[in-house]
């Protein structure tokens, strides 16, 4: 399963690569901000996502974006659940996080990704 990572902090965003590639996932990149997740998003299969970043509280948007545009399974990381006002079933893993939490909350999307795809019919990419 391939994982677009959108996070703005580089000591955190090599953190979830690590924990995810030991779990077998593909990393595909890590974005920073919307323009770089909107530009990866067709490259992946999943996207763990974080709210708040240096373009602002972005990462609903994104998700949404993501999930409309290549249908991919997310997860939403972040220091302040509060500030998804609408988390639309997705997982939301809190920051700071343990190795397990991060993989089950992407591995559930994984699921919930593949689930959505066999539903609607092959995605192109």
């Known amino acids: 399963m391939r994982l677009l990572i959108v996070e703005d902090e580089p000591g955190i965003a090599l953190v979830i690569e690590d924990v995810a590639i030991d ?17 990866l998003g067709s490259e992946a299969d999943i996207a763990i996502i974080d709210i708040r970043l240096g373009d602002g509280i ?7 974006a993501l999930f409309s545009g290549f249908g991919l399974g997310v997860v939403y990381f972040t220091v302040n659940p509060a500030l998804i006002e ?9 920051k700071p996080a343990s190795p397990e939490r ?11 990704a593949r689930t959505h795809r066999v539903a609607s019919g092959p995605t192109l990419h």
């Open 23 to 39: 779990a077998g996932f593909e990393i595909t990149g890590i974005a920073g901000n919307m323009s770089e997740a909107l530009e």
């Open 58 to 64: 972005t990462g609903p948007s994104i998700a949404r």
């Open 86 to 94: 609408n988390q639309e079933g997705r997982a939301v893993v809190t």
């Open 102 to 112: 991060i993989v089950d909350a992407l591995s559930m999307a994984a699921k919930n």
